[in-house]
């Protein structure tokens, strides 16, 4: 038993390692890289026009999909506060019909 849970869980972290290696891999693949002099200063102009990419990057990028998720998310939460209200509508429609048959 101890070594059956021994594999499920070398299993898990051994997915679990390779996802995040992959994550990794992807995030220092699409990084923006420039390289600056600590003596002299050199390339801090690169430096700068590298900032300004991932700026635009993160607007383009980031932020829209960020406004397209909460735009979903919101558009779920009235889709469920509409179900909501109509099934309280049905019940309030089934008490008031109980009520005029027990008159």
């Known amino acids: 038993d101890e070594m059956q ?3 499920a869980s070398a299993g898990y972290y051994g997915s679990l390692t390779r996802s995040l290696s992959l994550v990794l ?5 699409n990084l923006h890289t420039c390289g600056v002099s600590a003596a002299t200063g050199d390339g801090m102009e ?3 026009k ?5 700026a635009k990057d993160f607007e383009t990028d980031y932020c829209e999909d960020l406004k397209n998720r909460m735009a979903e998310q919101k558009a779920k939460k009235k889709a469920v506060a509409k179900a909501g209200i109509e099934r309280l509508k049905r019940d309030v429609a ?3 019909e ?4 027990e008159r």
């Open 50 to 54: 590298t900032v300004d990419a991932a």
């Open 94 to 96: 089934g008490e008031q």
């Open 5 to 7: 849970a021994n594999d």
């Open 46 to 48: 690169g430096f700068w």
């Open 25 to 29: 891999d992807e995030f220092y693949r």
């Open 98 to 101: 109980k009520e005029e048959e």
